[in-house]
Protein backbone atom coordinates (compact mmCIF):
# COMPACT_ATOMS: atom_id res chain seq x y z
CA UNK A 1 0.00 0.00 0.00
CA UNK A 2 1.76 3.37 -0.80
CA UNK A 3 -0.50 5.16 1.63
CA UNK A 4 2.47 7.79 3.45
CA UNK A 5 -0.15 8.46 6.79
CA UNK A 6 -0.37 4.35 7.11
CA UNK A 7 3.59 3.96 6.61
CA UNK A 8 4.27 6.45 8.85
CA UNK A 9 1.72 5.37 11.77
CA UNK A 10 3.21 1.81 11.01
CA UNK A 11 7.14 3.42 11.90
CA UNK A 12 5.41 5.13 15.08
CA UNK A 13 3.84 2.26 16.60
CA UNK A 14 5.75 -1.10 15.98
CA UNK A 15 8.32 -0.75 18.93
CA UNK A 16 5.20 0.57 21.45
CA UNK A 17 3.37 -2.79 20.35
CA UNK A 18 6.09 -5.21 20.94
CA UNK A 19 6.41 -2.90 24.45
CA UNK A 20 3.06 -3.01 25.52
CA UNK A 21 3.58 -6.86 24.51
CA UNK A 22 6.03 -7.29 27.15
CA UNK A 23 4.15 -5.54 29.60
CA UNK A 24 1.34 -7.44 29.67
CA UNK A 25 3.52 -10.84 29.22
CA UNK A 26 5.34 -9.94 32.44
CA UNK A 27 2.63 -8.08 34.27
CA UNK A 28 0.62 -11.12 33.93
CA UNK A 29 0.78 -12.51 37.14
CA UNK A 30 -0.84 -8.95 38.87
CA UNK A 31 -3.13 -7.39 35.99
CA UNK A 32 -5.36 -8.58 32.66
CA UNK A 33 -2.68 -10.50 30.73
CA UNK A 34 0.08 -13.64 30.31
CA UNK A 35 2.00 -15.25 27.61
CA UNK A 36 -1.34 -16.16 25.24
CA UNK A 37 -2.56 -12.27 25.30
CA UNK A 38 1.35 -10.50 25.16
CA UNK A 39 2.53 -13.35 22.27
CA UNK A 40 -0.78 -12.04 20.06
CA UNK A 41 0.20 -8.55 20.92
CA UNK A 42 3.35 -9.40 19.66
CA UNK A 43 2.81 -10.76 16.38
CA UNK A 44 0.01 -8.11 15.72
CA UNK A 45 3.06 -6.02 15.51
CA UNK A 46 4.91 -7.88 13.04
CA UNK A 47 0.88 -8.71 11.04
CA UNK A 48 0.80 -4.71 11.25
CA UNK A 49 4.31 -4.14 9.57
CA UNK A 50 4.05 -7.08 6.82
CA UNK A 51 0.49 -6.07 6.10
CA UNK A 52 1.59 -2.11 5.37
CA UNK A 53 5.40 -2.90 4.03
CA UNK A 54 4.50 -6.58 2.17
CA UNK A 55 5.86 -9.64 3.26
CA UNK A 56 9.17 -9.90 1.85
CA UNK A 57 9.87 -6.75 3.50
CA UNK A 58 8.81 -8.09 6.81
CA UNK A 59 10.74 -11.66 5.83
CA UNK A 60 13.81 -9.57 6.54
CA UNK A 61 13.37 -8.55 10.23
CA UNK A 62 11.72 -12.02 10.85
CA UNK A 63 13.34 -14.65 8.79
CA UNK A 64 11.13 -17.72 8.29
CA UNK A 65 14.38 -20.36 9.91
CA UNK A 66 13.98 -17.89 12.57
CA UNK A 67 10.63 -17.81 12.61
CA UNK A 68 10.55 -21.29 13.24
CA UNK A 69 13.66 -21.58 15.71
CA UNK A 70 11.61 -19.19 18.21
CA UNK A 71 8.62 -21.25 17.90
CA UNK A 72 10.12 -24.64 18.59
CA UNK A 73 12.03 -22.97 21.31
CA UNK A 74 9.37 -21.77 23.03
CA UNK A 75 7.73 -25.02 22.72
CA UNK A 76 10.95 -26.74 23.93
CA UNK A 77 11.26 -24.64 27.29
CA UNK A 78 7.76 -25.16 28.11
CA UNK A 79 8.39 -28.96 27.76
CA UNK A 80 12.26 -28.24 29.82
CA UNK A 81 11.30 -26.92 32.59
CA UNK A 82 8.51 -29.65 33.34
CA UNK A 83 10.94 -31.70 32.90
CA UNK A 84 13.28 -30.08 35.41
CA UNK A 85 10.48 -30.68 38.23
CA UNK A 86 10.51 -34.11 37.01
CA UNK A 87 14.49 -34.72 37.19
CA UNK A 88 14.09 -33.31 40.71
CA UNK A 89 11.84 -35.71 42.04
CA UNK A 90 8.61 -34.06 41.74
CA UNK A 91 5.35 -33.99 39.36
CA UNK A 92 5.88 -33.14 35.84
CA UNK A 93 5.27 -28.96 35.83
CA UNK A 94 6.01 -28.68 39.34
CA UNK A 95 7.83 -25.17 40.37
CA UNK A 96 8.25 -25.89 43.86
CA UNK A 97 12.31 -26.73 43.73
CA UNK A 98 13.36 -24.41 40.92
CA UNK A 99 14.39 -21.62 43.18
CA UNK A 100 16.00 -21.99 46.97
CA UNK A 101 12.70 -21.71 48.17
CA UNK A 102 9.12 -22.66 47.54
CA UNK A 103 7.88 -19.30 46.63
CA UNK A 104 10.97 -18.17 44.77
CA UNK A 105 11.00 -21.39 42.59
CA UNK A 106 7.32 -20.91 41.67
CA UNK A 107 8.22 -17.40 40.68
CA UNK A 108 10.42 -18.40 38.40
CA UNK A 109 8.74 -21.05 36.71
CA UNK A 110 5.64 -19.48 36.17
CA UNK A 111 7.84 -17.07 34.22
CA UNK A 112 10.00 -18.98 32.06
CA UNK A 113 6.73 -21.51 31.06
CA UNK A 114 4.51 -18.20 29.99
CA UNK A 115 7.58 -16.36 28.53
CA UNK A 116 7.99 -20.30 26.66
CA UNK A 117 3.99 -19.78 25.78
CA UNK A 118 4.49 -16.04 24.89
CA UNK A 119 7.35 -17.22 21.98
CA UNK A 120 5.34 -19.90 20.50
CA UNK A 121 2.08 -18.07 20.17
CA UNK A 122 3.51 -15.39 18.64
CA UNK A 123 5.50 -17.65 15.86
CA UNK A 124 2.04 -19.42 15.32
CA UNK A 125 0.51 -16.60 14.37
CA UNK A 126 3.57 -14.89 12.40
CA UNK A 127 3.96 -18.14 10.55
CA UNK A 128 -0.30 -18.41 10.24
CA UNK A 129 -0.11 -14.66 8.42
CA UNK A 130 3.49 -16.12 6.16
CA UNK A 131 1.54 -18.71 4.67
CA UNK A 132 -2.10 -17.68 4.20
CA UNK A 133 -1.05 -14.11 3.05
CA UNK A 134 -0.12 -14.41 -0.37
CA UNK A 135 -4.07 -16.53 -0.17
CA UNK A 136 -5.79 -15.18 -3.12
CA UNK A 137 -9.57 -13.25 -2.05
CA UNK A 138 -12.42 -14.01 -4.03
CA UNK A 139 -12.93 -11.35 -6.72
CA UNK A 140 -10.21 -11.34 -9.48
CA UNK A 141 -10.02 -15.15 -9.12
CA UNK A 142 -9.02 -14.86 -13.31
CA UNK A 143 -5.41 -13.58 -13.32
CA UNK B 1 -23.39 8.63 38.77
CA UNK B 2 -21.43 10.97 36.18
CA UNK B 3 -19.68 7.36 35.02
CA UNK B 4 -23.31 6.04 34.27
CA UNK B 5 -24.36 9.14 32.34
CA UNK B 6 -21.75 8.85 30.13
CA UNK B 7 -22.30 5.11 29.29
CA UNK B 8 -25.78 5.68 28.95
CA UNK B 9 -24.21 8.64 26.49
CA UNK B 10 -22.32 5.74 24.94
CA UNK B 11 -25.10 3.63 24.19
CA UNK B 12 -26.92 6.24 22.58
CA UNK B 13 -23.92 6.85 20.28
CA UNK B 14 -23.88 3.03 19.54
CA UNK B 15 -27.46 2.93 18.66
CA UNK B 16 -26.75 6.13 16.12
CA UNK B 17 -23.85 4.15 14.36
CA UNK B 18 -25.84 0.58 14.26
CA UNK B 19 -28.13 2.18 12.54
CA UNK B 20 -25.47 4.25 10.11
CA UNK B 21 -23.89 0.67 9.78
CA UNK B 22 -27.20 -1.33 8.98
CA UNK B 23 -28.35 1.03 6.18
CA UNK B 24 -25.31 2.02 5.17
CA UNK B 25 -25.00 2.74 0.84
CA UNK B 26 -21.35 2.27 0.87
CA UNK B 27 -19.28 -1.19 1.77
CA UNK B 28 -16.57 1.88 2.75
CA UNK B 29 -20.23 3.39 5.17
CA UNK B 30 -20.30 0.18 7.03
CA UNK B 31 -16.55 -0.48 7.56
CA UNK B 32 -16.44 3.09 9.21
CA UNK B 33 -19.37 2.34 10.75
CA UNK B 34 -18.09 -0.81 12.21
CA UNK B 35 -14.39 1.38 13.25
CA UNK B 36 -16.68 3.69 15.04
CA UNK B 37 -18.37 1.01 17.03
CA UNK B 38 -14.93 -0.26 18.11
CA UNK B 39 -13.95 3.38 19.10
CA UNK B 40 -17.32 3.46 21.41
CA UNK B 41 -16.14 -0.06 22.61
CA UNK B 42 -12.68 0.75 23.79
CA UNK B 43 -14.46 4.53 25.69
CA UNK B 44 -17.07 2.17 27.41
CA UNK B 45 -14.90 -0.65 28.65
CA UNK B 46 -12.45 2.43 30.33
CA UNK B 47 -15.13 4.11 31.76
CA UNK B 48 -16.80 0.70 32.76
CA UNK B 49 -13.62 0.00 34.37
CA UNK B 50 -13.55 3.18 36.39
CA UNK B 51 -17.16 2.77 37.08
CA UNK B 52 -16.68 -0.51 38.70
CA UNK B 53 -13.15 0.54 40.48
CA UNK B 54 -10.92 -1.68 38.44
CA UNK B 55 -8.46 0.47 36.40
CA UNK B 56 -6.80 -2.11 35.08
CA UNK B 57 -8.98 -2.89 32.32
CA UNK B 58 -7.32 -0.06 30.33
CA UNK B 59 -4.91 -2.61 29.71
CA UNK B 60 -8.10 -4.25 27.91
CA UNK B 61 -9.08 -1.05 25.84
CA UNK B 62 -5.62 -0.36 24.59
CA UNK B 63 -5.01 -3.87 22.93
CA UNK B 64 -8.84 -3.28 21.88
CA UNK B 65 -7.91 -0.11 20.25
CA UNK B 66 -5.06 -1.97 18.66
CA UNK B 67 -7.44 -4.74 17.49
CA UNK B 68 -9.63 -2.69 15.94
CA UNK B 69 -6.74 -0.49 13.76
CA UNK B 70 -4.62 -3.38 12.40
CA UNK B 71 -8.34 -5.49 11.72
CA UNK B 72 -9.53 -2.02 9.98
CA UNK B 73 -6.45 -1.88 7.89
CA UNK B 74 -6.38 -5.55 7.10
CA UNK B 75 -10.20 -5.71 5.84
CA UNK B 76 -9.20 -2.18 3.73
CA UNK B 77 -6.28 -4.43 1.76
CA UNK B 78 -8.24 -6.86 1.25
CA UNK B 79 -10.97 -5.32 -0.35
CA UNK B 80 -8.39 -2.80 -2.13
CA UNK B 81 -5.72 -5.58 -3.35
CA UNK B 82 -7.67 -8.53 -3.30
CA UNK B 83 -4.59 -10.65 -0.74
CA UNK B 84 -2.90 -9.48 2.29
CA UNK B 85 0.76 -10.34 1.22
CA UNK B 86 1.64 -7.97 -1.54
CA UNK B 87 3.21 -4.53 -1.43
Do not use: W
Amino acid sequence: MNNLILKVCTKVLFTPIILFGLYVQFHGDFGPGGGFQAGVIVAAAFILYAMVFGVDKCKIIMPSKLNFFLLVLGAFLYGFVGVVGLILGEPYLSYDLLGSNKQSGQHIGILLVEFGVGLTVCNVMICLFYSFANFKFGRNKND
Amino acid sequence: MMFLAILFAFSVCFLLILIRLIAGKTTYDRILAANSIGTIVVLAISIHGFYMGRPEFIDISIVYALINFIGTVAVLKLFDKGKLGDK
